[in-house]
């Protein structure tokens, strides 16, 4: 009994930990937080990454661009709905990130695209992720691959 309660112990403590080390940001400047960084395994070339991007600053962010030593194209994309149909579409235009405001990079939404990888990735790997913006600043990431739910899970495949 006493075993089984120190494993007990041990297991939620280990996923508590993991939860809060997920949900610390990986940027945290003055004017921006970056959290809750990961992607999608990639079942073909191409693969997608998420997170949350928020602005503590008094003026608006921009951000235009995100790179990988691990894709040769990366991408910003979104979903639109268009004649009752749902289609992805690269974002030509600098995402605002109004100041105060958090914009979730998620599943059927806002995403970083990836094509042609340069590796497989799996469950539990990381992915390396730059995030460029508009005054010219660069915030390197690193994401860590997990599988999203069956819901939103397009399998990288644009």
Same mark, same amino acid.
């Given at each position: 009994?006493?075993?089984?309660?120190?494993?007990?112990?041990?297991?939620?403590?280990?996923?508590?930990?993991?939860?809060?080390?997920?949900?610390?940001?990986?940027?945290?400047?003055?004017?921006?937080?970056?959290?809750?960084?990961?992607?999608?395994?990639?079942?073909?070339?191409?693969? +997608?990454?998420?997170?949350? @991007?928020?602005?503590?600053? *008094?003026? %608006? /962010?921009? =951000? &235009?661009?995100?790179?990988?030593?691990?894709?040769?194209?990366?991408?910003?994309?979104?979903?639109?709905?268009?004649?009752?149909?749902?289609?992805?579409?690269?974002?030509?235009?600098?995402?605002?990130?109004?100041?105060?405001?958090?914009?979730?990079?998620?599943?059927?939404?806002?995403?970083?695209?990836?094509? +042609?990888?340069?590796?497989? @990735?799996?469950?539990?790997? *990381?992915? %390396? /992720?730059? =995030? &460029?913006?508009?005054?010219?600043?660069?915030?390197?990431?690193?994401?860590?691959?997990?599988?999203?739910?069956?819901?939103?899970?397009?399998?990288?495949?644009?």
């Amino acid at each position: 009994m006493r075993l089984a309660l120190i494993t007990l112990f041990v297991l939620i403590f280990s996923q508590f930990g993991s939860a809060r080390a997920e949900s610390e940001p990986q940027i945290s400047v003055p004017n921006m937080e970056v959290h809750h960084v990961w992607a999608k395994p990639n079942y073909g070339p191409n693969s +997608a990454a998420y997170f949350m @991007l928020t602005n503590k600053g *008094k003026t %608006p /962010l921009y =951000l &235009i661009e995100a790179t990988s030593p691990l894709s040769k194209r990366v991408e910003l994309h979104t979903h639109i709905h268009k004649d009752g149909v749902m289609k992805m579409r690269k974002v030509k235009e600098p995402i605002e990130i109004s100041p105060g405001k958090t914009l979730t990079f998620a599943p059927a939404g806002y995403h970083v695209m990836l094509f +042609a990888m340069e590796k497989k @990735l799996k469950e539990g790997d *990381k992915l %390396p /992720l730059t =995030l &460029i913006f508009k005054d010219g600043t660069k915030h390197p990431v690193i994401a860590k691959v997990k599988k999203g739910s069956s819901h939103d899970d397009h399998r990288g495949s644009h």
